[in-house]
């Protein structure tokens, strides 16, 4: 089955609305990093977070390692926060990372 | 910094033929990785080299791929005898370690007619 899940799988808000997506695994994890990935297709790394909760700017990530989920918290939410958003873990030891479908965010105006 | 990266960006060949992409990591990055993704499997990891050394090709088809990263400024992905089913977004990314943030390269999109 698969390995990371994400939910929800789309997601539309309105301009301002805060969005939450989650992130569950079913292996133990070493890594957890969320991404965005742009409808141009590239991909940048948001934040790493194996445990623990961390901020950047408008998004928080938490991670509670024992139940083995993460989530992103994104505030405010913005029209260019559009696109895909996918966490990865890397699966303890292993160097194999493991990709998540994806949350397609899209903010309305 | 330039970023990763990729070349090149577009890549179209007839079945049979063979495919070279190209990944310049960003310059002091010991760790590359190599991925796939196509809408169906989404992104697959292929394969992992540390300080230029192979570490973990177990995503790699056992067939007609190949990976190599002779020196640290840059690594190849292989595929011979392309098939249509090859046809997807190839992405490299780089790290500073095994562990720590990767940064992805814009990918080479792969068309096999």
């Known amino acids: 089955g698969q390995q990371v899940q994400q939910s929800p799988a789309s997601l539309v808000l309105q301009e301002g609305e805060n969005a939450e997506l989650q992130c569950n695994f079913s292996?133990?994890?070493?890594?957890l990093q969320w991404f965005y990935q742009s409808p141009g297709g590239s991909l940048v790394s948001l934040l790493s977070n194996p445990s623990g909760t961390k901020h950047t700017g408008r998004l928080t990530s938490t991670t509670v390692t024992k139940e083995r989920r993460s989530s992103l918290h994104i505030s405010s939410s913005q029209t260019t926060d559009s696109g895909t958003y996918l966490c990865a873990i890397e699966r303890s030891n292993t160097n194999k990372v493991v990709f998540g479908t994806g949350t397609r965010l899209q903010v309305l105006p | 910094n330039a970023g990763v990266i990729q070349t090149p960006r577009h890549k179209v060949t007839g079945k049979g033929q063979e495919a070279t992409l190209w990944c310049e990591p960003i310059?002091?990055?010991?760790?590359v990785f190599w991925y796939r993704q196509t809408i169906v499997q989404g992104l697959e990891f292929l394969t992992y080299?540390?300080?230029?050394?192979?570490?973990?090709d177990s995503g790699m088809p056992k067939e007609r791929f190949s990976a190599q990263m002779p020196n640290q400024s840059h690594s190849t992905l292989k595929i011979q005898s392309t098939q249509p089913q090859d046809s997807a977004v190839y992405l490299c990314?780089?790290?500073?370690?095994?562990?720590?943030?990767?940064?992805f390269g814009p990918g080479t999109r792969l068309l096999v007619l």
């Open positions: 990314a780089s790290s500073s370690g095994q562990r720590d943030t990767q940064y």
């Open positions: 080299f540390r300080n230029q050394a192979p570490i973990d």
């Open positions: 292996s133990t994890a070493t890594q």
């Open positions: 310059s002091g990055h010991s760790a």
